[in-house]
C-alpha cells in the first residue's frame, strides 16, 4: 500500500485562449510546462515547441515522439507528435469556456516516449483575455420614483452593468449626466461586482421641478476603453411626512447549503411614526433584485420574515446580496433599503471523484505496457477531484494491489501509476490494482476504483 495526500484538491480545469509566447518550467514528481496565448488568436498559431522548451535534442539518433493523452479540452491545441510542436487547433473565445474566471486554463497532458522510457507532461496553457466586449446594462431606459420630501443623502440602487470580460477590462467606473441635484456613490459587492448608487444632494422641490433625465454610463478598464449608456427617468412625488426605518441597515447571515426549506433568515424590523396607512410598513425585494434570488428566498409582506425557499447549493454559488425594502401604505411612500448577505456555508456532499487516464489503452479499464518497459515509467494518469472546500475538498489517494507498481504525485490533483521494478511478462501478465480516495470530511467520503494493467511482448 503507498498513500500519498493531495491538499485541498478541487476540480477547476477550463479552457481558454490567448497569445503570448512565454512558459515556465516547473519539476515536481512529473514536470509542467507552462504558456500563454490571448484569446481569438489564428488558427495554426505557434505556442510552443516541447523538445526545444524542454532542451531535448531530438536529432541524436535517440528516438523520441510525443503522444497527448485524449482529454475533454484537448481539441483546442494540437500537438506535432515528432518535435512536440503546439498550436492552436480551434477558435478560442474565453468568455465561453471560462465565464468571469479571473484565470483560465487549458490543462491536459503529453506523453515523451524515448527508448521504451515514457515520461508524463502536464501542459497548462493560460488563456489571456482581450477586451472584446462592451458593458451592458439590463435595461436601455428605467424609471425612478423619489419623493420630494426626501431626506438629504437618500439612496436609490440603480442597475448593474455587467461585462464578459475580466480583470482590467472588466467595469472600473460609472459616470452620472452633469445635473444640480444627484450624484452616484460607486462601490464593490462581495464577489467584486461594481455597482452604483444615486444619491440624493440637494433638496427636491416637485412645484419647481417635476421630473429629470439622466444618463448613466459603465465604463471598463480596457486600452481603449469600452462603455455604454442608460437613461434614467427620475419623477418627484409629493410626499407623506415619514418614511420607515429599519432597526439595522444591514444583515449578513451564514447558512449551511443543506439547510431545510422556511428556514428563518432575518425578522425584519422597520418602524413609521406617521398613523393609520401612513404607518403600515410592508416588505419586498427591492426593485433590481433579479428572479434568481426571489426564486431562491422568500419575504413575507406583512411580517417581514425572510425565509430559504429553494435549496442553495455551496458548489453553484457561495454568497447572495440583495436589497430589502420597507415602505408604508400612504400616498406616495418613500421606501427604505436594507442590505442582506447571505454566506452558504459548505457540508460534506460529495464524494471524491477519480479519473484514471492510461497513456496506450483500448479497452476500458485496463492499460497496458510493455514488459520491456524501464524502472519508473509511465503507466496511466490517476486525477482526483472534489467539489467541496476545506477539509470536505482534501483527499488522501492510495494504491493497492501490486509492490510492481506506486503512485507518484504528478502535480497539484493528479498521480501517476509508475513502475517500481522491472516487469517480466512470463511471471506476471496482469495486475490488478485499486485506488481509493478519501476526504477528509466527518464523516468522511470514500471512492474506489478498480483498474487493470496487462503487459505485452
Known sequence: MRGISSSRVLWHTVVVAFVSHSFLTTLAAGMTMTYQIYEEDALSTVIGNLAKDMSLNISDGSKTNFRMMKQFNASFIRLREKDGQLTIGERIDREKICKHEIQCLISFDVVSISNEQFKLIHIEVEVKDINDHSPEFPRKESTLEISENAALGTRIPLDVAMDEDVGSNYIQSYQISVNSHFTIDVMSRADGIKYAELVLMKELDRETHASYVLELVATDGGNPSRSSSTKINIKIKDFNDNSPVFDRNSFSVDILENAPMGLLLVDFNAFDPDEGLNGEVVYGFGNQVPSEIRHRFSV??????????????????????????????????????????????????????????????????????????????????????????????????????????????????????????????????????????????????????????RLSD
Open 300 to 453: 413575507d409582506r406583512k411580517s417581514g420574515r425572510l425565509t430559504l425557499e429553494s435549496p442553495i447549493d455551496f458548489e453553484s454559488k457561495k454568497t447572495y446580496e440583495f436589497d430589502i425594502v420597507a415602505s408604508d401604505l400612504g400616498p406616495n411612500p418613500s421606501p427604505s433599503i436594507c442590505k442582506v448577505v447571505v454566506n452558504v456555508q459548505d457540508v460534506n456532499d460529495n464524494a471524491p471523484e477519480i479519473t484514471i487516464t492510461p497513456m496506450t489503452s483500448v479497452t476500458a479499464g485496463i492499460a497496458y505496457i510493455t514488459e520491456a518497459a524501464a524502472k519508473e515509467s509511465f503507466v496511466a494518469l490517476v486525477t482526483i477531484a472534489d467539489k467541496d472546500s476545506g477539509a470536505n475538498g482534501d483527499i488522501h489517494c492510495t494504491l493497492y494491489g501490486h509492490n510492481h507498481f506506486k503512485l507518484q504525485q504528478a502535480y497539484e490533483d493528479s498521480f501517476m501509476i509508475v513502475t517500481t521494478s522491472l516487469l517480466d511478462r512470463e511471471k506476471i501478465a496482469e495486475y490488478n490494482l485499486t485506488v481509493v480516495a478519501e476526504d477528509l470530511g466527518s464523516p468522511p467520503f470514500r471512492t474506489i476504483k478498480h483498474y487493470t494493467i
